[in-house]
Protein backbone atom coordinates (compact mmCIF):
# COMPACT_ATOMS: atom_id res chain seq x y z
CA UNK A 1 0.00 0.00 0.00
CA UNK A 2 1.15 3.08 -0.74
CA UNK A 3 2.37 5.77 1.84
CA UNK A 4 2.00 10.02 1.37
CA UNK A 5 3.93 12.00 3.12
CA UNK A 6 2.72 15.89 2.67
CA UNK A 7 4.85 19.59 3.47
CA UNK A 8 4.43 22.73 2.79
CA UNK A 9 1.27 24.14 4.05
CA UNK A 10 1.04 26.79 6.91
CA UNK A 11 0.11 31.09 7.26
CA UNK A 12 -0.21 33.09 4.36
CA UNK A 13 -1.32 36.36 3.69
CA UNK A 14 -4.15 36.71 0.80
CA UNK A 15 -2.46 37.09 -2.26
CA UNK A 16 0.88 35.01 -1.22
CA UNK A 17 1.80 32.00 -2.43
CA UNK A 18 2.95 28.54 -1.26
CA UNK A 19 3.93 24.69 -2.54
CA UNK A 20 3.14 22.10 -1.60
CA UNK A 21 4.33 18.60 -1.95
CA UNK A 22 3.73 15.01 -1.34
CA UNK A 23 5.85 11.64 -1.59
CA UNK A 24 4.83 8.77 -2.38
CA UNK A 25 6.61 5.74 -1.46
CA UNK A 26 5.79 1.85 -1.19
CA UNK A 27 4.30 0.75 -4.08
CA UNK A 28 5.90 -0.23 -7.62
CA UNK A 29 3.74 1.72 -9.33
CA UNK A 30 2.08 5.05 -9.11
CA UNK A 31 -0.77 6.15 -10.89
CA UNK A 32 -2.76 9.26 -10.95
CA UNK A 33 -1.74 11.86 -8.41
CA UNK A 34 -4.15 14.69 -6.77
CA UNK A 35 -4.71 17.42 -3.81
CA UNK A 36 -8.15 17.42 -2.53
CA UNK A 37 -9.27 19.99 0.05
CA UNK A 38 -11.47 20.05 3.11
CA UNK A 39 -12.82 22.99 4.80
CA UNK A 40 -14.47 22.86 8.60
CA UNK A 41 -17.77 21.93 8.03
CA UNK A 42 -17.49 21.13 4.06
CA UNK A 43 -16.84 18.14 2.25
CA UNK A 44 -13.86 17.00 0.90
CA UNK A 45 -13.27 18.63 -2.69
CA UNK A 46 -11.22 17.80 -5.44
CA UNK A 47 -8.55 20.35 -6.18
CA UNK A 48 -6.18 19.03 -8.99
CA UNK A 49 -5.32 15.80 -10.90
CA UNK A 50 -2.47 15.07 -12.42
CA UNK A 51 -2.25 11.67 -14.57
CA UNK A 52 1.33 9.75 -15.01
CA UNK A 53 1.59 11.78 -18.79
CA UNK A 54 0.88 15.19 -17.33
CA UNK A 55 -2.65 15.56 -18.38
CA UNK A 56 -4.03 17.96 -15.50
CA UNK A 57 -7.60 18.80 -14.01
CA UNK A 58 -8.38 21.19 -11.88
CA UNK A 59 -11.66 22.73 -10.01
CA UNK A 60 -13.04 25.86 -11.58
CA UNK A 61 -12.17 27.46 -8.12
CA UNK A 62 -8.36 27.12 -8.58
CA UNK A 63 -8.07 27.50 -12.44
CA UNK A 64 -5.22 30.05 -13.38
CA UNK A 65 -3.97 30.57 -9.74
CA UNK A 66 -3.16 26.68 -9.33
CA UNK A 67 -0.79 24.43 -10.62
CA UNK A 68 -0.37 20.56 -9.83
CA UNK A 69 3.26 18.93 -11.43
CA UNK A 70 4.70 15.78 -10.97
CA UNK A 71 8.44 14.44 -10.82
CA UNK A 72 8.09 10.42 -11.74
CA UNK A 73 11.26 9.65 -10.72
CA UNK A 74 10.69 11.22 -7.22
CA UNK A 75 7.22 10.01 -6.99
CA UNK A 76 6.48 12.98 -5.71
CA UNK A 77 3.26 15.60 -6.63
CA UNK A 78 3.46 19.11 -6.31
CA UNK A 79 0.74 22.02 -6.19
CA UNK A 80 1.96 26.20 -6.72
CA UNK A 81 -0.25 27.53 -5.27
CA UNK A 82 -0.65 31.85 -6.06
CA UNK A 83 -2.85 34.29 -5.35
CA UNK A 84 -4.13 32.77 -2.54
CA UNK A 85 -7.93 34.04 -1.16
CA UNK A 86 -9.32 33.66 2.24
CA UNK A 87 -11.41 30.74 0.93
CA UNK A 88 -8.68 28.43 -0.02
CA UNK A 89 -8.42 28.26 3.54
CA UNK A 90 -8.39 24.39 4.29
CA UNK A 91 -6.72 21.12 5.05
CA UNK A 92 -5.12 20.11 1.71
CA UNK A 93 -4.88 16.03 0.87
CA UNK A 94 -2.62 13.96 -1.52
CA UNK A 95 -4.33 11.41 -2.96
CA UNK A 96 -2.77 8.70 -4.72
CA UNK A 97 -3.79 5.08 -5.30
CA UNK A 98 -6.74 4.52 -3.45
CA UNK A 99 -5.03 6.34 -0.38
CA UNK A 100 -4.82 9.38 1.69
CA UNK A 101 -2.05 11.44 3.15
CA UNK A 102 -2.66 13.18 6.57
CA UNK A 103 -3.47 16.45 5.40
CA UNK A 104 -1.65 19.82 5.61
CA UNK A 105 -3.19 22.89 7.06
CA UNK A 106 -3.73 26.06 4.77
CA UNK A 107 -4.48 29.49 6.03
CA UNK A 108 -5.23 32.52 4.22
CA UNK A 109 -5.32 35.19 6.48
CA UNK A 110 -4.53 38.95 6.63
Known amino acids: QVHLVESGGGLVQPGGSLRLSCAAS???????MGWYRQAPGKQRELVALISTDGRTNYADSVKGRFTISRDNAKNTVYLQMNSLKPEDTAVYYCYCNLAWGQGTQVTVSS
Open 26 to 32: GSRSIYA
